[in-house]
């Protein structure tokens, strides 16, 4: 993969949008600069009444409005929440670009930059019930996924697409765009979800923040650990709220030393976390 990209990778704004592009732009005047920003978890937080005026809502509004600009292209998720039904309308409308840098990437999606680099995505929060006897994948106003979204997820990165010149750019006028990007291989880059892997503590000798962790993790999510083989995987949930877990790497079978890492990163907005606060992650891909 050539060349090499700078990525940032943040834990959940928890609708704290204004406080976190600040951040990031801080974050890339000292350390960058990258080329873009991933954003895990809950990047809305929680719907508030409709009745009620707040903050968070404002800034919602702005950032559709183009009101709000990130500094950097950001590809955001969905976390444990249903999304904002403006912002869902907005998603329709484009194809992802919710204002200038802003991406909402799909449930179940793959994306795959200009740079060659694959990022896969699930988003929304694990019950079991519902995943097995929902009839079709949720949607974003779900807070859920379905072995439908799964499914999706696995068909999407054995799919091969076309490319096209007008694709080879930094900048893109849809996430449907970047979509149509050039993939025929299984494996991904990165990974990104809400939840985390049952067994992603197996045989790891890094305490965990919270010993109720290895309990609530989503089993379903193993398989596609296992077929897409991720070089890294970011999470942003487990404990209430977030907390910061860096498992050690280990070496993937039969595939010439691939190596992965799994963090799970605290979230930027919403209540602190006691513990470390890792809430962002650097790296060259």
Same mark, same amino acid.
């Given at each position: 993969?050539?060349?090499?990209?700078? &990525? /940032?990778?943040? @834990?959940?704004?928890? +609708?704290? #949008?204004? !406080?976190?592009? =600040?951040?990031?732009?801080?974050? *890339?005047?000292?350390?960058?600069?990258?080329?873009? &920003? /991933?954003?895990? @978890?809950?990047?809305? +937080?929680? #719907?508030? !009444?409709?009745? =009620?005026?707040?903050?968070?809502? *404002?800034?919602?509004?702005?950032?559709?409005?183009?009101? /709000?600009?990130?500094?950097?292209?950001?590809?955001?998720?969905?976390?444990?929440?249903?999304?904002?039904?403006?912002?869902?309308?907005?998603?329709?409308?484009?194809?992802?670009? /919710?204002?200038?840098?802003?991406?909402?990437?799909?449930?179940?999606?793959?994306?795959?930059?200009?740079?060659?680099?694959?990022?896969?995505?699930?988003?929304?929060?694990?019950?079991?019930?519902?995943?097995?006897?929902?009839?079709?994948?949720?949607?974003?106003?779900?807070?859920?996924?379905?072995?439908?979204?799964?499914?999706?997820?696995?068909?999407?990165?054995?799919?091969?697409?076309?490319?096209?010149?007008?694709?080879?750019?930094?900048?893109?006028?849809?996430?449907?765009?970047?979509?149509?990007?050039?993939?025929?291989?299984?494996?991904?880059?990165?990974?990104?979800?809400?939840?985390?892997?049952?067994?992603?503590?197996?045989?790891?000798?890094?305490?965990?923040?919270?010993?109720?962790?290895?309990?609530?993790?989503?089993?379903?999510?193993?398989?596609?650990?296992?077929?897409?083989?991720?070089?890294?995987?970011?999470?942003?949930?487990?404990?209430?709220?977030?907390?910061?877990?860096?498992?050690?790497?280990?070496?993937?079978?039969?595939?010439?030393?691939?190596?992965?890492?799994?963090?799970?990163?605290?979230?930027?907005?919403?209540?602190?976390?006691?513990?470390?606060?890792?809430?962002?992650?650097?790296?060259?891909?």
């Amino acid at each position: 993969m050539s060349p090499a990209i700078k &990525v /940032l990778t943040v @834990g959940a704004a928890i +609708g704290s #949008i204004r !406080d976190l592009f =600040a951040k990031v732009k801080a974050i *890339d005047a000292k350390h960058g600069k990258f080329d873009l &920003v /991933l954003c895990t @978890g809950d990047f809305f +937080g929680p #719907i508030k !009444d409709t009745e =009620a005026h707040s903050e968070d809502s *404002d800034e919602i509004t702005q950032l559709l409005d183009g009101a /709000l600009e990130a500094p950097i292209e950001c590809y955001i998720m969905q976390g444990q929440y249903p999304l904002p039904s403006s912002v869902v309308e907005k998603f329709a409308k484009t194809g992802g670009e /919710l204002c200038k840098n802003v991406f909402l990437m799909s449930k179940s999606g793959i994306i795959t930059t200009a740079n060659g680099l694959r990022i896969a995505c699930l988003g929304g929060t694990y019950d079991p019930n519902i995943y097995a006897s929902a009839e079709a994948a949720p949607g974003f106003l779900s807070p859920f996924f379905s072995y439908h979204t799964i499914d999706r997820l696995l068909s999407n990165s054995l799919v091969k697409t076309s490319t096209s010149s007008s694709l080879n750019k930094k900048s893109y006028s849809s996430l449907a765009a970047i979509q149509a990007s050039a993939s025929t291989s299984q494996l991904i880059d990165i990974l990104l979800t809400n939840v985390w892997p049952i067994s992603i503590s197996l045989l790891s000798a890094t305490p965990l923040p919270d010993p109720q962790l290895p309990s609530i993790g989503a089993a379903p999510l193993d398989d596609v650990i296992r077929k897409t083989k991720p070089r890294y995987h970011f999470a942003a949930g487990g404990a209430h709220p977030p907390k910061f877990w860096e498992r050690e790497p280990f070496v993937w079978d039969d595939e010439q030393g691939r190596v992965a890492r799994f963090v799970n990163l605290g979230a930027f907005g919403g209540e602190p976390a006691a513990g470390k606060k890792q809430r962002y992650c650097a790296q060259h891909y």
